[in-house]
Each structure stands twice: as structure tokens, then as C-alpha cells.
């Protein structure tokens, strides 16, 4: 046998398909475990010296890490380039932020319509959008993301340009308390939703719909040659992304309480899709990487103030050309038997 | 009488004015190997992607197993019973080989998305069903022991057999070979010779389009010969060698090309 | 809604239209030369016309010119126009081989996916925006005026100034000569083979870099020409002035079909008039709300936009 | 082996987690209590904000400089005027015990954004600047100095209708310039000839060039900041259908910039803001400003002072927690640079001061007090 490289990847993957499920169940439950502890931690290496640490752990890094898992099923899984995502997150911040004003639904109950009007969102767009292809397919969801920030601007109803104030946080429930200066509950709670959509992610991913995407991905021609319903996964992808935008949404909407049309700009859409490829396209984990970095790097950067900017752009050049395929690329463990002859 | 499992009536295909097929009729009977051969650019390749949906033709039909398909997509055509394979391998490359052949078994199974999500016994079946199949398709062309290799770090024959293997798992009623011996060596190439022979004895039909003419004359129940669109001949291996216009039009050209 | 703007103004709006449209090809031509050749969108072609304003600007700041009151000479400003124009292009020619160089070349080689080299691309397009909001400190930076902009003549409701038909006849001479490259040089028609087919220009004989980076170069001169134009026109740049006009450009090169030179003339024009039109019934705003849905539309009948090689159906 | 590498993985994240945990309660404060300034130091409007920021630093020099009991430290957040980044900043001053009070933000769409944090740490905030009518009566622990757009609005509007106008308006999609445009739309009533919206960050006007020219209308409104402003106006004077129709604008548009980017066609620009002229109203501060920081004040300039004046008289009458400083604010009433600050019960000022001025010789000029 080869000698193998130094790997912790391999290494890692090793143990895990060695390991009893009990050792798994253990390491899940650490690793789970340090992550809901965060917010605890006060480590000046960690910690971010102009904003709260507690509030960038809820925004930008895991609300960033639940959208770049939601576009990674639309751009890494199905190969779909998808400029306009910011739309479903606009979406789901309206939703909220409307249907709180004008129901009497709380937060919990608005939630489901959050994320059904982004799907539906999805579905308009992505009947006619998703028979196109790549570059021109790019163009047409970035002109949704804009023309939805401009409908919202020309729209008194919703608020116009000068947005909606007042939009109430999530009622308490388990005991915690969603209050707006106390973000740990926010950030245990969008966890908590993205250990549920990774859990649904991956679970699709292990299975037909995980392959038909996959094989999209790879070449939509085939796929469709060999009985794969490429529009019908196509836009499952795209509703599916736009169900975690939307979720994400809602629950921005519920933290900061008070939205206006600019905070839904196409720099949002670039810099979600950004996580996705920076962090592997196609690799779940990857993609939390690349959030967790591109939320984190320019707010750990805010002593530099005005440099900041030009730091990141530099780093997002630097690090594409040292790993293009991002820091944790997509990569098949790939197992090898020999031949019985 | 036997049953024509794909027929081609009349088939005009037309290329921004070039004519690229002029009422070709073609039929596969249940059980049989039919070779489409000709020169290139002579439509072999046309007529493949007009039967799978690819394209449409200005006029003429496609019946599989007797019904039209015309006008559907290349995906519920695939589901009828055509499953096929390409000249350039087209492998999904950064897919397991078990799971590229398994992508193709899905597209017989009924359960969708939400059930795969919530883990209905449905989809559990299914599941379990696309994994058996394409685990014993892969047995069936030898490449069991490379089911969990990525196809694109697959050797070239490999390649070649896997994209066979899941075309297999469509289950189709005919089974289109494009150049399925290009780039092989003779030893391969007898290889095969044999392994088509196999699905046939399977009870798939195949259709196949070959420049090497010696695998072509042996395996082949019915020639047909395409040149400029235009089918010029019919018959057994035999007859075919024997035809005047068909030695004319092409066997003396395209010798080369094996 | 107002469609009567339409019949009263319709020749005052057909001109900027023109005009508009006229400098958004210059920019567009970048995009879809890069793609023909590369297969992928560069961008970042966005900051390589705003460098070519920055140059413009420059030029005239280090000839201590602040004309605004009075329009100069004819003589004085096409010697300066030909100056900075000329400077622009070199310099966003330039820099756009740069960035090739350095956000998309090494990706290139490793065959690596076009959207890595689209993050690339970001990446140097936040970098570029960010340094030269450092330099310029953030703030628009003001033209002077040196070309009279008082109507020289009237068409029905059109003003006709000086500064319009530089731009219309300017951008002429461009497409004129850039039609010449393409169709009849040795360079022209190394850019034709690679966008054909890579691999088989490789085989030919074609070195594909050098072929890349000519591209890059006439793309990024093209915008700084348009740049030229643009600062004549409007006066005035800032850090992010390529943010709008890079959508508007990367727009129209998608109407007409990406990769096709006359696609992105066309879809430039087409687009011009088009959100001019817009825009004067519907309101600013709106104009590109009706963009996106008529693109859609066109797209839907015509997959590969209007003057699209159907690339896909040609891969099978 | 591999048993020992998942116990060592294991125990090295359980040893990693304990070490580094710490008590979540909030530092107590030791040092002095702080006036935090919240505005854009960096980033296209820098300039307003710096020199907001600097009238905040000046007031808590001059105070620290008085031998106060309680000496006051001037900390500031940098939102570059953007909503999205202002929450998390905002966080970072409601954890910090030791701010007892906040003068900003300096736009709407940033102080939207992070009021509400600010009232869930019981921050008192004073704005210099943010006119934007939703502000009000969001919060108990909201305040501003200068009246609110619902009084601008209707103050421009009159400008028009004295003026005998057939108006144009024109807004750039932003929370400032769309409200205020839709506030004068709504009191200038029947003059009203035509509407249109921009994108901040446009050059392009020539649409809505020949839009206001089909109208007839013979005066503008542009609801907005400064760069555009800038640009629409040369759009403006460069044809000559339009060449003299009048141009009107709020206080986003009153910046010395503006000046400088439109020349001679800024000239006779009708402008109003609730800032006062500082150079008329407190001519030694302006003085003293120029000499400290080494450049002329701008807009806003004074209000920022006086902002922090309010805050720092409250620290000096003792109330020195966040409660009992924003308590002293509802009740205080203090005198400062001619002007009586006292708040109402929604966090306006009573004592509204609406100004008009227009540029002159490349100058911007006072006009008058219209309110």
C-alpha cells in the first residue's frame, strides 16, 4: 500500500467510518455542544474588537453559514449560478415584518409563510428562469434580487423606502427570552435551525434527489438522457434554497426589528455566493467554513477601517488562486477493492 | 411476426437549411442487434439524438415499443425504454461509479422529494432498489471492485463500460451503443464484441453505431447504412458487404477510420 | 403612466438613448470578447472602466485644467481628448492584462471551475473599488467642462450638442476599427479560433495565452475609450462609478448573446433606447424592472439572446 | 490508535471549551463613563460625520477641561452611515457598561436600525441629524436635536408654492431622500407636475432631464444627497429647455461638496435644514473648531455639540447611569449656544428651528429663519 500523505481529513474520515456509534454519537454531541457554548466564550483571540462578538456569532456568521447551506443546494449541488438569492432573504424579512403588523400571528406561526413565500418566489421565477443556463441564468436571478429591492422601494404599503419599523422579535419559547439586547438567543436558535437543514441537506443528499443534482451539476444533457427530471430537480433546488433564504430572512428581520429595502443589495448575493466557493463548493461543511470566515475576517479586519475592504478583496484573490476549489473542496472519499480474481 | 421495439418513420431533420437526415426509416426488433453505420457526418449521431428527444425533425416519427415520442422530453423518453450512450464518454465525472449508474436506476423509481426527505418506507425502498440494481449492473460488466471510485479516475475502458452499465439501468427496451469500441484496442474491442452479445442475450435490443466494420459484421444481426442523410442500404452483414453502393459510398473510404 | 412623453419627446430620448447606449457597448464589447475567449464573466471589467476614468481624469488634473466656465478650443480639446482618451485606453488595457494575470491566469491553468475565477474576479473588483475610494478619498471627483454642451442645432425635440456627437460618431470610429481587428488581422483571427475551439487552436499552432491577454488588452482599452466618453459626457467619476454601468454593459452583452460582438452592439443600443423609453413613462426606477422581464422574455424564445451561437445545442 | 485520536480529539475540545469560558455578564464599568459617537468616520460620508464627530469631541474637551466631578470619554462606532452594518456596532455599546449615552446616528436608515438596540440596553441616544418621521416615537430613549422631516417637508414645499411653482420631484430610493420627497409631494398638493425616482449612485439623468422638461414644470425638488444632487443640476442647466427652472433641496444637499461639484450651477439653490448656521449662531465655537481641528465646521457641526452638551450637562447634574440620564433628558431643559433644548414626550425637540439657505458666490448662505 501507498504511504499517504499527512491528512487530517483522511484521518479524520477514517476514524469516523471506523468508529462505533457511540464514539460518533459522542463527537457529535462535543462538537454540537461547542458550538451552542459560543457565545460564552471570552477569548481575546477570538473575539472581534469593534462589534459584540456575541451579536457577529448571530449576524453575519450563522445567518451567513444558513444561507451559504441554502445556496450551496442551488450552486454547489445543481450546479445553478444564482446571483439574485438576497431576493429570498428580502422575502423573508417582509414576510415578517408585514404579517406581524397585520396578523395576529406570532413570529413561530409566520415562520412556515416565510419560507412558503420565498418557495413561491422560487417557483415564479425559476419556471420560466431555470430552462436557461449558466451565464444566462446568472443574469436573470440577479435582476430578480434587484428588482425585488425595487418593488419594495416603490411600495408605500410595505413601507418604501424608509422600510418597517417596530417589527416585533420571536415570542419566548423553552424559556428563552428573544429580547434585542441579548443576541445569544437569536444565535441558538439560527443554530439550531441550521443543524436541522444540514440534517435535511444531507439526508436529500445521500439519495435520489442528492444524484439527480449531482448528476445535473455534471452535465445536464446526460442527466436528462438518463431519466432525470432536470427541471423538476432544478427547481426543487432553487425552492429549496429559497425556503432557507426566506427562513433566514424572517429571522434577521425579528433580531434587527427594523428593515429598509438598501439592506437587500446585490452585495449580499455576492458575498453569500463567495462563502459558497470560498469554502468548497458542493461540501456542506466547506461552505460553514467559507461563511464563518467571510463573516468573520472583515469584522476581526474593522480596527483597519478603511483598509478593511481592500484586505478582504486581496485575501478573496489570494486564497481562490492558492485553493481554487475553496478550503474544503467537495471530494469523494473514494474506497478501493481488490479484484477477486 | 416480431415486434418492432423502435421504429423511424420517415424522418426529415433539418439544420438551418442543411439537411442533415431525408426520410429515414429505421426500425429495432425485440431481441436483435442493429448496426447504423456510414461515413462521417453521414447523421448516425443525429438519428440518435432525434430518438431520445434532443432534437425534433421537421417531420417523421419515433415509435418506442409502438407509441410516438415525439414531442416529450429526452427525460420521460429515457423512462420509456432508450437509454444510450455517447461518443465522448460523458460520465458523471465527480460521481462514484455506483453512483452514476444508480442516478440512472432512480429514474424508474416513483418516490420524490419529500418522501426521500422524511424518510417514507417508499423512498427507503427505493433506495434500496436503485443500489441492488446498480450494484449488479456493475457486476454484470466486471467493475464491481471499482464501485466506490470517482468515474472520472476510472481507466478508459472502464469508462467506456460504465457508461453501457448505466444506460443498462434505465432498463430499456433498446439500448443505443454510440462508437461503444472507439479508442479501443483489438483485444478490448473482442471484449466487447462479447459483452454486447451478452445484453442481448439479456433480451435488450441494441442499436449501434460502429466504424470498426469486423465488430460490426460480427455481432450484428441488420445493418443499415446512412450517407448524406440518406439510408442507402439494408440487410444482413452479409449483404451489406456484398452491397455495390454501400462499397462504393463508404466501405472503401471510411476503412480508415477503424 | 405618461406615453404622450413619448410622442413629444420621442427624438430627445432616442438621442441619449444612442448616446448612452453608445458608451455601454464600449464597456459591453469587454465582456463578451472576455467570453468568448474564456467562457466566463470577467467581473471585474466593471473597475477597469472606472480605472479609465480615474486616468481621465488624472490627465487633466496634471495639466492644472479646470476650464468648466468657458469650453475650449476645438483644436485644444481634440489634441486633450486624443490625450486622455488615448491614455485611458492604454492604462485600462493595461490593467485589465494585469488582472488577467493575476485573478484568473493560475486558475486557468489548474482548470479550475468558472466560478472560482468569478470570486476571483470579486475579489479584485472589492479590492479596486476599495483603494480607490482610499485615494480619491471617497468622493466624487469633478471633470471640468471642455467641450461646449450648448445644442448646436435642433432635431424635433432633440437638442444636438457637441458632446453628443463626439460620443456617437467617437464610438462609430471605435466599432469601425475594432470590426477591422477582428475580421482582418492575424490577432483577430486568433481571438475568432480560440473562441471557436480552444484545444483544437492549441493544436493549430494558436498560443492561446498570448491570445488571452491581446483580448484582455483590446477589452480593457475598448472601456477605456468608452471611459473617455463617459467623463466628456457626464463629468464626473467616482470609486464605484463601474457598478451601474458594468450591470447595464454586462446586460446588454446577455440580450445580444454573450460572446458575440454584434450581439453586444445591438443589445447595447437596444438596451440604451429601451430604458430611456422606460424610464421617461414609467419612471427611472422602473426601467430596469422592465429590463429584467423583457429579458426574460427574449431569453425564453431565444435561449442564447439575440444574435447567439447556440452553443449548447452544438456540444452534444 | 485510532481510539486514542478520538479521545484525545474528544478531551482536547471538552479542556478547550472549560478553559475559555467566561461569566456572560457584562463587564463592570471602572473606568469614566463614555459618550459614544455613531456615524460614518470612513467611506463616502465621511465628511458629515467627521465633522459631527469632531462637535462631539470639541463638547466633551471642553468639559473635561471645566474640572468636572465625573470626567467623560468620548468613544466612537464607525457604521459608514450603513444600516447594515450599525446593529452589531450598536451591540458593542449596550455591552459596554460604561456608556451611559450615544449622539447619533447621523443618518435614518442607520438610527432605524439600531434604536432598537439601544432601547433594549436602556441606552439614551441624542441625534444631530436623522430626520427620518418613522424615528419618532419608536423609543423611549430616542431623542433628537433637530426637528423631523415632517417639518422640512412641508417648510420646502412652501418654498415652492411662494416661488409660484409648477413642481417636478425627484427622489434617490433612499429612506432620507424618498421620505422627505414623499412628505413635500403630499403639503405642495396641486403645484405637484410629475414625480420620478432615482438610484443613489446614478449619473445618468437624461431621462428625467426630459421628463421635467415635458412637464413644464419651472422647479425641482430633488429629494437626496449631495453627489447626485450635484450632477442633476448641471443635467438641468445643461439643456436648455430646463435651464432655469428652479432647483430646490433638503439638508442632504447642504454640504459644502455640493459646492464644489455643481460650481456656478449651484448658485441660487433653494435649501433648507433644520441645522443652524454655526459661523452666525455661535461664531466663537466655530472659531475655536477651526483652530482644534485644523478645518472649517460643517452642517451639523453644532447640533452634534450641542447634542453631547445635553448629555454631558445631565452627567455633571450627577446622573451618571444610563436610567437616570435618560430620565434628566425628558425632564432637562438646557441653554446652549442661544438655543433652548428641551425634548417632548416622542424625543422631537419643543423648540423647532427650520432654516433656509441657498448658495451664493460659491458660498452657502443664510437666508432666513422659517421656523
Known sequence: ??????????????????????????????????????????????????????????????????????????????????????????????????????????????LPFAMGFAMLAGLILGLPALRLRGDYLAIITLGFGEIIRIIAINTEAIGGAAGITDIPGPTPIFGFEF??????????????????????????????????????????????????????????????????????????????????????????SIMILACVVFGGMGNIWGVILGAVLLGYIPEKLRFLSDYRIIFFGLLMVVMMNIRPNGLMPRKKREKFQEKIS | MTKKLLEIQNLVVKFGGVTALNEVNLHVNEGE??????????????????????????????????????????????????????????????????????????????????????????????????????QSLLEFIGLDHRAHQMAKNLPYGDQRRLEIARALALNPKVLLLDEPAAGFNPQEKVELGDLILKIRDKGYAVLLIEHDMSLVMKISDRISVLDFGQKIAEGTPSEIQKNQRVIDAYLGVAEDAS | MDFSILVTDFWSLTIDGIVVGAIVALVSLGYTLVYGVLRLINFAHSEIF?????????????????????????????????????????????????????????????????????????????????????????????????????????????????????????????????????????????????????????????????????????????????????????ETTKANVGFLIGISAFTAAVLGGIGNVRGALVGSFALGLFQQYTSAVLGYNWKDVVTFVILVFVLLVKPTGLFGESLQKARV | MKKFISLAAVSALVVGVSVTVAPSAFAACTGNPAIYFQGALTGPYQETGINEANGVILAIDKYNASKPKVKV????????????????????????????????????????????????????????????????????????????????????????????????????????????????????????????????????????????KASKATAVFYGGYYPEAAIFIKALRD??????????????????????????????????????????????????????????????????????????????????????????????????NGTTISFSATGDPDNIVM?????????????????
Request: charged fraction near 15%; glycine fraction near 10%.
Open chain 1, 179 to 268: 429580547s434585542v439586547m441579548d443576541p445569544r438567543p437569536y444565535y441558538w436558535l439560527t443554530l439550531t435551525l441550521l443543524i436541522l437543514v444540514i440534517w435535511g441537506v444531507l439526508r436529500l443528499s445521500h439519495r435520489k434527489p442528492g444524484r439527480a443534482w449531482e448528476a445535473i451539476r455534471e452535465d445536464e444533457d446526460v442527466a436528462e438522457f438518463m431519466g432525470v427530471a432536470t427541471l423538476k430537480y432544478k427547481l426543487w433546488a432553487f425552492i429549496i434554497g429559497g425556503a432557507v433564504g426566506g427562513l433566514a430572512g424572517a429571522i434577521y428581520a425579528s433580531k434587527i426589528r427594523s428593515i429598509q429595502p438598501e439592506l437587500f443589495t446585490l452585495n449580499l
Open chain 1, 1 to 110: 500500500m501507498k504511504a499517504k500523505a499527512f491528512n487530517l481529513r483522511d484521518i479524520f474520515g477514517d476514524w469516523w467510518e471506523s468508529a462505533t456509534p457511540i464514539q460518533r454519537g459522542i463527537t457529535r454531541t462535543v462538537v454540537i455542544a461547542t458550538f451552542y457554548a459560543l457565545p460564552f466564550l471570552n477569548n481575546p483571540v477570538i473575539d472581534t474588537p469593534e462589534t459584540s462578538f456575541k451579536s457577529v456569532l448571530f449576524y453575519p456568521l450563522v445567518l451567513f453559514a444558513l444561507m451559504a447551506v441554502g445556496l450551496n443546494v442551488v450552486v454547489g449541488k445543481s450546479g445553478i449560478l444564482d446571483l439574485g438569492y438576497v431576493a429570498f432573504f428580502a422575502i423573508g424579512a417582509y414576510t415578517h415584518a408585514v404579517m406581524s403588523a397585520r396578523t395576529s400571528l406570532n413570529f413561530w406561526e409566520i
Open chain 4, 355 to 371: 432654516n433656509q439657505y441657498t448658495i451664493k458666490n460659491g458660498q452657502m448662505v443664510w437666508v432666513k429663519r422659517l421656523s
Open chain 2, 33 to 134: 442487434i442493429a448496426a447504423l453505420i456510414g461515413p462521417n457526418g453521414a447523421g448516425k449521431t443525429t438519428v440518435f439524438n432525434i430518438v431520445t428527444g434532443y432534437y425534433k425533425p421537421v417531420s417523421g416519427d419515433v415509435l418506442v415499443d409502438g407509441n410516438s415520442v415525439l414531442g416529450l422530453r429526452p427525460y420521460l423518453i429515457a423512462r420509456m425504454g432508450l437509454g444510450r450512450t455517447f461518443q465522448n464518454i460523458r460520465l458523471f465525472g465527480d460521481m462514484t461509479a455506483l453512483e452514476n449508474v444508480a442516478t440512472a436506476a432512480d429514474a424508474l423509481n416513483k418516490s420524490g422529494l419529500l418522501s426521500a426527505l422524511f424518510g417514507l418506507g417508499r423512498s427507503r425502498r427505493d433506495e434500496k432498489r436503485s443500489m441492488e440494481t446498480a
Open chain 3, 50 to 234: 472606472m480605472i479609465g476614468t480615474m486616468t481621465c481624469y488624472l490627465v487633466i488634473q496634471q495639466f492644472g485644467f479646470t476650464g468648466y466656465e468657458e469650453p475650449l478650443p476645438l483644436w485644444k480639446f481634440a489634441s486633450l481628448f486624443l490625450l486622455f482618451g488615448l491614455t485611458a485606453a492604454m492604462v485600462s488595457g493595461v490593467a485589465a492584462v494585469i488582472l488577467e494575470i493575476v485573478a484568473y491566469r493560475r486558475l486557468r491553468v489548474l482548470g479550475a471551475s468558472r466560478l472560482s475565477s468569478l470570486i476571483s474576479a470579486i475579489g479584485a473588483s472589492f479590492f479596486l473599488v476599495e483603494v480607490f475610494q482610499k485615494l480619491s478619498g471617497a468622493k466624487n471627483l469633478d471633470f471640468p467642462r471642455m467641450i461646449s454642451k450648448e445644442p448646436i442645432f435642433t432635431f424635433s425635440s432633440a437638442y444636438i450638442s457637441a458632446d453628443k456627437i463626439l460620443v456617437i460618431v467617437g464610438a462609430g470610429i471605435v466599432f469601425y476599427i475594432l470590426n477591422r481587428i477582428i475580421n482582418h488581422t492575424k490577432l483577430g483571427l486568433g481571438i475568432r479560433a480560440v473562441s471557436q475551439d480552444e484545444k483544437t487552436s492549441i493544436l493549430m499552432g494558436v498560443n492561446v495565452n498570448r491570445i488571452i491577454s491581446y483580448t484582455f488588452l483590446l477589452g480593457g482599452a475598448l472601456a477605456g475609450v468608452g471611459s473617455a466618453f463617459y467623463m466628456v459626457f457626464y
Open chain 4, 239 to 336: 439643456n436648455p429647455a430646463t435651464k432655469n427652472v428652479k432647483f430646490i433641496a433638503g439638508d442632504g444637499v447642504l454640504d459644502g461638496e455640493y459646492i464644489k461639484l455643481a460650481k456656478k450651477n449651484a448658485e441660487g439653490t433653494y435649501l433648507t435644514a433644520p441645522g443652524q448656521p454655526m459661523e452666525k449662531v455661535a461664531p466663537a465655537l466655530a472659531a475655536e473648531y477651526k483652530k482644534k481641528f485644523n478645518r472649517v465646521h460643517g452642517l451639523y457641526t453644532l447640533e452634534a455639540y450641542n447634542a453631547a452638551y445635553v448629555l454631558l450637562e445631565g452627567i455633571k447634574a450627577g446622573k451618571t447611569t444610563r436610567d437616570a440620564l435618560n430620565t434628566w433628558l425628558g425632564e432637562a431643559v438646557v441653554k446652549v
Open chain 4, 73 to 212: 470619554e468620548y468613544k466612537s462606532i464607525d457604521t459608514q452611515a450603513s444600516g447594515a452594518n450599525s446593529p452589531a456596532l450598536a451591540q458593542k455599546v449596550v455591552e459596554d457598561e460604561c456608556a451611559i449615552g450615544v449622539v447619533g446616528g447621523m443618518y435614518s436608515g442607520e438610527t432605524l436600525a439600531a434604536v432598537p438596540i439601544y432601547e433594549g440596553g436602556k441606552v439614551p441616544v441624542v441625534s444631530p441629524s436623522a430626520t427620518n418621521p418613522a424615528l419618532t416615537n419608536k423609543s423611549a430613549y430616542f431623542h433628537r436635536v433637530v426637528g423631523s422631516d415632517l417639518v422640512q417637508g412641508p417648510a420646502l414645499a412652501q418654498i415652492a408654492i411662494s416661488l409660484k411653482s409648477k413642481l417636478f420631484i425627484v427622489d434617490d430610493a433612499t429612506p432620507y431622500g424618498k421620505g422627505l420627497a414623499t412628505i413635500v409631494k403630499k403639503t405642495a398638493g396641486k403645484i405637484v407636475v410629475g414625480t420620478d425616482g432615482v438610484t443613489e449612485g446614478t449619473t445618468n439623468f437624461t431621462s428625467v432631464v426630459s421628463k421635467v
